[in-house]
């Protein structure tokens, strides 16, 4: 996926938590990608609902947003 994200130009990758999240990770970093880890897309892409809000509500105010 690292290699297809780079060949598409993209400078900046998403990874949600799965089978060798954390090696495609540093690969996605050593090759200089600009990378989001470790938080729920659903709490950033619109519609944000239910406990996604809520959980949204809270990372802002503790700054982790």
Known sequence: MVEDAL?????HVWFQQGPNFSDAVAKAKAKGLQTVSRK???MYAP???SIHSFHRFFAKLFGRY
């Open 7 to 11: 060949a598409a130009g993209m400078t």
């Open 40 to 42: 729920c897309i659903l």
């Open 47 to 49: 519609p944000v609902t």
